[in-house]
């Protein structure tokens, strides 16, 4: 068996405050639907970035409304690991140096999950590139015929791949009974790909990061990392990635900071263990600070969980989301629910959670970046109408309800197919 990840069943009662009851009879009923059935997610990180926080609010949930799903986490190596993150680059469209050898890697150590991969379940989501080759390998290497059906969640932006490594990757999908892609943009054309599924994630608005917290908490926690709670504070949550471009963070508030001396920057990341590229960006990072005092840079070493994240975004004048590339960006959701308004890069998933100039604003550059977050330290005000358009924004889409309606509703089509 791959790693199992231990996930207590959750009640979906615990939502009714944050979304009422007519979704929850939904979900209820859809669940019944697929009664008996077995579900199983994968993918190669129990812990750090947007899949496994993601799994660790769906599969409980799954399992309070009685239905059997386990989650497990695919076997890595170093070697691994550095082979799928140029992977995720380049199908995030950076160009990578991709060789035989490194087809090899990848390919050698999916067959080893796969061999160790119970294949029982009547639903099996692959998420993400990492474990993406695994139904191929379950046919062509070992002859099996899986019985159940498959899925391919992609989470990351794949609208203009680098094609040396999407001609790999892509036809690998075809066998699948279903692609799930977050927006029409990233579905890559002239690929063979079966039945596409548009789903977004979602942020679960009873989770520790996202419950609403008081200030003298939120004051103890900012207090207990030596950063001062009445000054004007911006933050970015994110791991440390080129495309998250914590350094034009970095630029962007030593462009505030000329009209504003007293502003502090956060930068808190965890470190996902399928994620090579963290420590390295991490102390790049580091470097680009530059020693600031008002620059305060965390990872989970530093005891940054789910109530720090939350204290940090809740109490940030804004939040900046400055990718270059993104998926989603659930960092966005996040505070977007906290009613923190967000200033963001103009890319992919984050398009859909910002409407420009009423939740947050959209921007191309650090200097851009800079003059918006301006705009709205010097307005109390415009804050404040901004957060409460940006909480209604997301209940009505970005909350956990809304991804198991959509999960259970392709399963239940998936179950018609036969
Ligand atoms: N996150 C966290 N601690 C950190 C940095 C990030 O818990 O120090 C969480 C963050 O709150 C969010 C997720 O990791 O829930 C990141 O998801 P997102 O979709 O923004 O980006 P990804 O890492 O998947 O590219």
Redesign the pocket.
Known sequence: MLELIPAKPKSLDRYLESVGEEPLEQIRSLAGQLEGARFLHVNATSF??????LLATVVPLMRGLGLDCDWQVMFGSDEFFNVTKTMHNAMQGMEVAWTPQMEKIYLDKVIENVQRLDTSYDYIVIHDPQPAAMLHVLEHETQQLPRGKWVWRC?IDTSDPFLQVADFLFPMIEPYDAAVFTMPDFVPNGYGLPPVELIQ?C?DPVAL?NVPLNTATIRAIWESYDIDYDRPTLCQ???F?P??DPLGVIDAYRIVKEEVPEVQLIL???M?TDDPEGMHYLHRTEEHAGGDDDIFI???AHG???IE?NAF?TGADVVI?KSLR???????S?ALWKRTPVVAGNVGGIRMQIDDGKNGFLVDSPEECGVACLELLRDPTRRMTMGDAAREFVRSRYVTTVLLTRWLELFVRLAGQG
Not at 326 to 332: A, I, M, N, P, R
């Open positions: 750090g970035g947007g899949v496994a926080e989470h994630p942020i990061k949550i994110s791991r990635d495309w998250k808190a990341g965890s996902a965390f990872t989970n940054v969980g789910s994240v975004q989301q993104e998926g989603f960006g659930l960092t966005v996040e």
